[in-house]
């Protein structure tokens, strides 16, 4: 089959404008991570030291990766995640950056994000950064409370989150950082009750809000497999909040950051008018983007396909691509030979892949678990109409989805539905799964033999 002939028969989905590039390492692996990730030890660094050949080894396979791919559009965003990409120095985020430059060109004020962990950076490496040509930072805070930052393994504490943030407000103020973005977890492990966690946590929203981020990203906690908390949980050594508690942590977020003039674009994603994500909506709204590095997701023309996720794999993948002449997102299927189900995608964003697609290049069901998790929700009629479904489906879901639209959490409001704003998106996993249930439902009368099943879905991404 020629590559002609794999380029003729794709879905008719516009080509991607954005771009997504995983940078692996970190210097330790935080107590609730799951992610693709490479540790190195508290003294790694992109530029010289312990880990900067595995570092630079590493850029030599993403450059290639970045070589192979199918050209396109100038990209209108790109995001560097991790890991810590923060530890890469500025001369290799230029050469990234150049690469995709080469590739595909970067459109006219194009939003350039990198994740930064307050750890691993100083003043004169943000400014080298941003000279490279980050224009937003994503910063992992997490928490202002030192005895929280130590419990989820990060390697900051509170005066360093504090002096970083004070050099992107300077960055901003100066016109170097058009936006960045403050990640916070609610949720933590504390042995407290419900009136001192809200205490606690009202406490740790107001100090964000006093340093005034144009962007806050706010994330439930989620017990993920094979992380440490995982095994502190299964041995009822992990004091979590209960379900009340969580749902009043969520309408203190709520209510304290609408009072402050930030709106809530997203289940996870606030923002000042001005400062939503580009990056986060192209995820949210179904389009595509590239993707590239080990444990990344492509997504070009909707069909999401997984890297490998580890350095091995990842090069051994890369070389049969190179030699089979096929760029890995024309060449069909999931590159790491895995199945996901639509709640994996929906649970891991960027990070997971898929199977089926409509032919406007994203499964139906996807459309709707994306597309619920955004403010104003999704066009039900022009999401069915573009996966060959008739209004009986629509009316179908509808019924299945009743007693949640009678408690308010799901509005339907002319041609769109959206999850009520704070109660629909508090309670988003339970009206997701209800989703889920009514699309196993429906795919085991119409394929049998091949049905999914449901995962509790967690939000993804960083801001």
Known sequence: MTL?????????APPPRSAYLHIPFCHRRCFYCDFAVVPLGDRADGEAGPGSASIAHYLELLHREIRLSPAGPPLSTVYIGGGTPSMLSAPQLASLLAALERRYGLAPG????????PASFDHRRLRASLAAGINRVSLGGQSFDDTVLASLGRRHRRVGLLESIAWLRQAQRSGELSSWSLDLIQGVPRPAGAAERCRHWRSELEQAIALEPPHLSVYDLSIEPGTVFERLRD?????????DTAADLMDLSHGLLRAAGYGRYEISNYALPGHASRHNRVYWSGAGWWGFGLGATAAPWGHRQARPRTREAYAIWLERQGAAGTPAELAGGSPAGEAFSASDRYQHGPAA???????????????????LRRREGVAIAEVAASAGLDGR???????????????GLLRVEGPRWRLSDPEGLALSNAVLRELLAWWEQRDSRSSPAAPRSPDPVRPAGAG
């Open 4 to 12: 002609a002939h794999v380029v003729s028969t794709l879905p008719t």
């Open 353 to 371: 892949a898929s199977e089926a697609q409509d032919p406007g290049g994203m499964p139906f069901d996807e459309r709707l678990l994306v597309g």
């Open 110 to 117: 194009a939003e350039i994000t990198l994740e930064m962990d």
């Open 393 to 407: 489906t629509i009316d179908d879901l509808r019924r299945h989805l009743a007693a949640v639209e009678r408690a």
């Open 235 to 243: 041995r009822d050594a992990l004091p979590l909040p209960d379900p």
